[in-house]
């Protein structure tokens, strides 16, 4: 899947534009932008006449409706791959349609209903052996637990520990003194 193809149709229809203009708005160089026209017109997603001489404009024509084309592609993706691997794509300009469709596709992936904007239904595949925090020890409950449980501190796979109900901490002496963000009661 390309983002420079999906964004060129998002920022230029049918029409005339100075190869500058095209490259500005897919945030490539000039001559890199014509390679890829060249590129996308051998594939057959367009058409273009390169406006020959300064000042003339380049004529650009689409073939085929890049959004639509691109999003059956991803819900392929996301049907077959993993999240993380179509996590960039999920992420691009989408119209609401669209992005709605890619919704309905992972929630069928993963098993999750969200029926209102303020209610999400996750069925339970597994019993959790429990809820409270201190004898989490199942991955299951640990889950549970980190999803409704809110901690001082969150360590990350690189031991790097940042806040999470605590904006930081200081030793003073024998005693550790935590800092809460503001709001936070404990």
């Not at 999003?71 to 669209?98: F, G």
């Not at 989490?136 to 549970?144: E, M």
């Not at 904006?167 to 005693?175: L, R, S």
Request: proline share 2%.
């Amino acid at each position: 899947m390309d983002a420079y193809l999906f964004r060129l149709w998002k920022e230029c229809r049918d029409g005339a534009y100075t190869i500058s203009d095209m490259a500005e708005a897919i945030h490539l160089s000039p001559k890199q932008t014509k390679r890829h026209l060249a590129r996308w017109q051998e594939e057959g997603w367009l058409t273009y006449t390169s406006g020959r001489g300064r000042g003339n404009l380049t004529r650009l024509e689409w073939l085929r409706h890049v959004e639509r084309d691109l999003a059956k592609q991803l819900l392929d993706r996301i049907e077959k791959e993993s999240v993380e691997a179509v996590t960039n794509q999920l992420e691009w300009d989408w119209s609401p349609a669209q992005a709605g469709r890619f919704m309905r596709q992972l929630e069928k992936k993963f098993g999750y209903v969200q029926t209102s904007s303020d209610a999400l239904i996750i069925p339970r595949r597994r019993h959790f052996l429990t809820t409270h925090p201190l004898e989490a020890a199942d991955i299951h409950s640990a889950h549970l637990v980190q999803n409704v449980f809110n901690r001082l501190f969150m360590i990350d796979a690189s031991g790097e520990v940042t806040g999470e109900l605590a904006h930081h901490y200081e030793w003073q002496g024998n005693t550790l003194v935590l800092f809460l963000r503001k709001g936070v009661r404990f």
